[in-house]
Structures are given as C-alpha cells and as structure tokens.
C-alpha cells in the first residue's frame, strides 16, 4: 500500500517550471522528478519534516530505507540527481542557506553497452524489407532506412510531420527532446525509401482524410504508435533470421552511431546528429568500439591464439 497522497509543495512546482523554461525538460521527465520529489515528501511527512526543510540525515534515511533499496540502480541514481538538482535550486533562491543533499552518495553503475547489429545483420534486414509484400513493405523499408541513416529516437520518428520529407530531401528537420530541433542529413538509400513510401501513403490515411503526420495511422493518436513501430521491427528480424529481441528502433539508434564511428565520424558530429544535450551520452559508443577491439584482439592476435593452445 503507498503513502497518503501529501500537499505538493509550491516550491516543487517552481523547480519543475524552471526544468521546463530553462533547460527544455521533456513531459515525461518533468513526470519523473515530479513523481520522485512526491515520493520524498511523503516520506518526509512520515517523519514530521516538509520538503523544503529536510536536513541531510532524513535524505539519507530515505535513500537507506527498504522502498527505495529496491529501486534498479539507474532508477535510484536518477532519484538523487533530482534530490540533488532540487536542493541546489532552492539554495540558488535563497529559500535555504545550505544544500543537505552534499553528502549523498550516488549508487555504484556498471556501464551497459547497448545491443548492437553489424552491418552485414543491417544489410540482411534491408533486403528483407525490400521484399516484403505490398504498401506494408514500401513503409516497413522507409520506416528501416530513416531509423539507420538517421539514428532518430522512435518517438521523433513516429510524429514527424509530412512537411519534415516535402522539403529539402537531402535533409531532414527534426524536433527532439525539450522541443529542440536539428537537421539530420539523408542518405541516397533513405531517400529512395521515403520517396516510395510517399507514393503510396495514402493508403495509410483513414478514409482518406488528410493527417499531418508522415507515418499516419487509424488509431487514436493520428500515426503510428511506437509500440507498433517496434513490433513490425520485430517481426522483420523473424523474417530475416534474426532473434527478435535483438531487434528494437532503440538498437538501430545504436547501429547509426555506433557504424559512423567505425567508418571514421568524429564523436561531436555523431552527438549532433543524435540530439544528445550531453557529449558524455554519446560517449558510450567509445566504450563500445574499445570492447569490440578487445574481442578482436582476443580472438585473432597470434599471441592470444597460442596462449589458448596451452
């Protein structure tokens, strides 16, 4: 059973507004630390303290306690940035003299690489789309194409407008996270994709009606769903021979970055055309690249070679 639900403190909705104003915060974001603040403050409530005025032992305390122990590690780490960034707000205010989450200690995180396809596995899917039957085939290869040359988050992708492919076809312009848009080059591949696919997309409208999204759908949203979006990914890895579970939009996000820095790309420019805020996001695909050479290296150095013979 929860905690009673506690009065949310006007301080809290400042701190969230300034996330949206200032630094482009997504809606599901500011959801996040609203729901991780919330939490807090009802445990603070439990110990007859308010929000605001929390001292760092009950901060400790909390993150001790036997609920937020259970919590995945990246949860619990995202869970004391928010402690963290909204302390330091209300210290910026002057609402408090001192930041009591100073001495918090942030959970120890390994470093999950991504799942990653080569580029033969790419390749195999390509051609799988490219016969797969009828206008379906013609969406799933335009759906492929765009997802690899351009690394898009499923989310950027399913809502793009039609205006995004009616106009410099060399490039496409994108809205990411927090509202922030970018331009994302096309390749000769993608482009032929979209092209096809824009012959017949009125076959995906709803009675014809016109729809303002590339990738529209009957259902409620308007256009394709990103649950959708993953199945039919999916079920074009069974019909490539693949396992399905290594298949998902996210993974050819990862392939994009991922294949650019094997081929020579510099890391700024990947983190450009990925969208990341963050250079330190796009850096996991070093770490990436230095696990794939140590495979190698294992496996056909002389020297690793011979030392397996003994």
């Not at 005025?53 to 001790?64: K, P, Q, V």
């Not at 960034?85 to 001192?98: A, M």
Request: positive net charge.
């Amino acid at each position: 059973m929860g905690r009673p639900r506690v009065a949310v403190s006007p301080r809290l909705e400042a701190f969230l507004e300034m996330l949206a104003a200032e630094r482009g915060a997504a809606r599901l974001t500011l959801a996040a630390y609203r729901h991780d603040l919330i939490d807090l403050a009802g445990f603070l409530a439990d110990r007859g303290t308010g929000l605001d005025a929390a001292d760092g032992g009950s901060l400790h305390a909390y993150l001790g306690g036997a609920a937020t122990r259970r919590l995945a590690p990246r949860t619990l780490a995202r869970r004391l940035s928010t402690i963290r960034q909204f302390y330091r707000f209300l210290l910026t205010e002057g609402v408090r003299s001192d930041d009591p989450s100073g001495g918090l200690d942030a959970p120890r995180l390994g470093q999950p690489l991504p799942k990653l396809l080569s580029e033969a596995e790419v390749a195999r899917l390509i051609d799988t789309a490219a016969a797969w039957p009828a206008e379906e085939g013609l969406r799933l290869r335009c759906i492929l194409e765009l997802l690899y040359a351009t690394g898009l988050r499923v989310s950027e992708l399913v809502t793009l407008p039609l205006a995004a492919a009616q106009h410099d076809p060399r490039f496409m312009l994108v809205r990411g996270k927090g509202g922030k848009e970018r331009m994302v080059p096309l390749s000769a591949p993608s482009r032929a994709a979209l092209a096809a696919y824009l012959t017949c997309r009125a076959g995906f409208l709803t009675n014809g009606k016109p729809s303002r999204f590339l990738f529209p759908s009957r259902g409620r949203d308007g256009h394709l769903t990103r649950q959708r979006c993953g199945q039919l990914l999916k079920e074009l890895a069974l019909g490539a021979g693949l396992d399905p579970a290594r298949l998902s939009p996210h993974v050819l996000r990862h392939a994009f970055a991922s294949h650019l820095l094997d081929h020579g790309a510099d890391l700024r420019s990947v983190q450009q055309m990925l969208g990341h805020a963050d250079i330190a996001t796009t850096q996991i695909y070093t770490h990436v690249q230095g696990e794939r050479l140590r495979r190698l290296v294992e496996t056909a150095h002389p020297l690793a070679r011979r030392l397996k013979k003994r």
